[in-house]
């Protein structure tokens, strides 16, 4: 692991302050020459998601020797024909991935999607100086009991079907409150799109916010319907995450019978009753029904937002 501290230099950026966790990879604030701040993301071969060290302190304070309550890291998910296996992540297969996430950034320009400044290398290691995105989490704005804008999740699923018509991205799949920035001008960016080889079958994912390990832009409108759930209710729809039949051929009755009993969840005004009836719909088609995909979703916030 490439362990940086305030003040060192490397590349050619300065580094200010440890950001952030992510799956398999660190995040730190710097500079560059001109003073213009940039994210560093370097690759991390700690694990991911429930393969993150308890030995990690639980902490308020971010650091990269602690683990904050607020950080939900993702999970390395390999594809296979007898379905998916996740497990940990060697230096090699992260610092590919790391590449491969530099390619795919590179070939998106959008406002609401993180940018990619330049990919260098550090000690045989590939590090990614991005867009410095200044503004609060989703989730720390959850966490701080903040007013939420429908409006956000709304830019969210245009620039999602814009980049997938342009072919510039088929889809984000890790979508969730540690991924969502809202600047001090109200705009939204996202973070970290799913890290994919997809020619090797694998990807970086947080099966809470996707738990049948989707790799199509479903994946996007589930990630948005758990996060409306979460924001109503406080908890998650599903505990026992991810699906134990996900990335296998659902033909059967078995598979069948298992992901109608997997996909119950408390409805939303149960556990909120101020919950409106029609975000309550959203949010179960978002869950529940296979062809409800983001055009879907953007007409009802839509109707949603009007007739609020």
């Known amino acids: ?13 300065r580094v200010l302050e440890f950001l952030a966790r992510g799956g398999f990879a660190l995040v730190y604030l710097a500079e560059d020459g001109e003073g213009r701040k940039v994210a560093l993301k370097i690759g991390d071969v700690a694990g991911g998601g429930r393969y993150v060290t308890r030995f990690l302190e639980i902490t308020g304070q971010r650091r990269p020797e602690g683990i904050s309550p607020d950080e939900t890291p993702a999970e390395a998910i390999f594809f296979r024909q007898d379905g998916v296996r996740i497990d940990f992540l060697d230096v090699h297969e992260i610092d590919d991935l790391l590449r491969n996430e530099a390619r795919m950034l590179n070939e998106v320009k959008n406002p609401n999607l993180v940018q990619m400044r330049e990919c260098f290398t550090h000690e045989g290691r590939p590090v990614l100086a991005m867009e410095y995105a200044r503004g609060k989490t989703l989730r720390e704005k959850i966490r701080a009991l903040e007013g939420i804008r429908l409006n956000w999740f709304l830019t969210i699923v245009r620039t999602l079907q814009k980049l997938n018509k342009a072919g510039q991205l088929a889809y984000h799949g890790d979508l969730k409150p540690e991924n969502i920035v809202i600047k001090p001008s109200g705009s939204v960016v996202m973070l970290d799109p799913a890290m ?16 049948l390990l989707l790799r199509d832009s479903k994946a996007d409108v589930m990630g948005v319907g758990i996060m409306l759930y979460e924001i109503l209710t406080g908890v998650l729809p599903f505990d026992e995450v991810p699906w134990q039949y996900a990335g296998r051929e659902q033909g059967g009755e078995v598979e069948r019978m298992s992901l109608s009993y997997f996909l119950s969840y408390p409805p939303p005004k149960d556990l909120n009753p101020n919950t409106p009836d029609a975000l309550a719909r959203i949010v179960y088609r978002c869950l529940t029904v296979p062809d409800y995909g983001l055009p879907e979703l953007e007409k009802d916030l839509v109707d949603f937002l009007r007739k609020e």
């Open 1 to 13: 692991m490439i362990k940086l501290e305030a003040g060192e230099r490397i590349g050619s950026y």
């Open 196 to 211: 994919r080889i997809d020619e090797r079958g694998v990807i970086t994912t947080t099966p809470h916010y996707n738990p």
